[in-house]
């Protein structure tokens, strides 16, 4: 069983606010992601990392930043939410010797109104 | 780039009835593939996954795959679904040559089970 966690699962915010998702993993995985998932959409890769104080921009553009100040958690940071941000984040983890699966969090919806 | 084409948005069935969600990847080259199920609200649960050997693949929940080099196909299957397989069904493929363990996920195929 993967032990990956994101909070808050449901978040309601306001244009201009602020906003940290945060991600934690206790599988001791080196290696952890952010997607971005809309409705009849593939998951689009938004940020990754393979270690602490490294972190990578995916494919898709995101205004969003991410930090990996410790192995286990990965936060993504808005710095003003815009509507065009509403949208599901899902955070995963890889990293097992021999093991190339990524383990996924429950996701946080967003909606900026 | 890699592509992954999910060919049926959604698939309608009936309980107990077979199914087989379709899957094609565009790479040429050797590739990682793996099939995940999302629930309502939740997060991707791996289903099952390809690296080499054997092209017939046995996941959790009675799901099989069978990969395809020639056809760079790898279909999902099930003999026999059941009202709570009712979820949504991503393919998704890996390039094992870059560092990483990276996704390149289809769109997705919303499988009903109708009783």
């Known amino acids: 069983e993967a032990d990956i966690y994101q909070t808050p699962r449901y978040l309601v915010i306001g244009t201009g606010k602020k906003i940290t998702l945060e991600c934690s993993q206790t599988?001791?995985?080196?290696?952890m992601y952010w997607y971005q998932q809309d409705p009849g959409m593939e998951l689009h890769l938004i940020h990754y990392s393979y270690g602490v104080n490294s972190t990578e921009k995916g494919d898709l553009s995101s205004e969003s930043t991410v930090s990996r100040i410790r192995t286990e958690h990965f936060p993504l940071t808005l710095e003003s939410a815009r509507p065009s941000h509403t949208s599901q984040y899902l955070c995963a983890s890889s990293g097992h010797r021999g093991s190339y699966e990524q383990y996924f969090g429950p996701g946080t919806r967003l909606t900026v109104t | 780039a890699q592509s992954v084409t999910q060919l049926d948005s959604q698939v309608p069935v009936f309980e107990e009835a077979p199914v087989e969600l379709r899957c094609n990847y565009s790479s040429s080259v050797s590739v990682y593939l793996f099939w995940y199920v999302q629930y309502p609200n939740q997060g991707l649960q791996l289903l099952l996954k390809?690296?080499?050997?054997?092209?017939l693949v046995k996941g959790i929940n009675g799901f099989e795959a069978e990969f395809n080099k020639s056809q760079t196909s790898f279909h999902l299957r099930k003999p026999s679904v059941h009202i709570s397989d009712t979820a949504e069904y991503f393919c998704a493929v890996s390039d094992p040559r870059e560092y990483g363990n990276k996704l390149v996920f289809g769109a997705g195929t919303i499988l009903r089970v109708k009783s």
């Open positions: 599988m001791g995985h080196d290696k």
């Open positions: 390809y690296l080499s050997g054997s092209t």
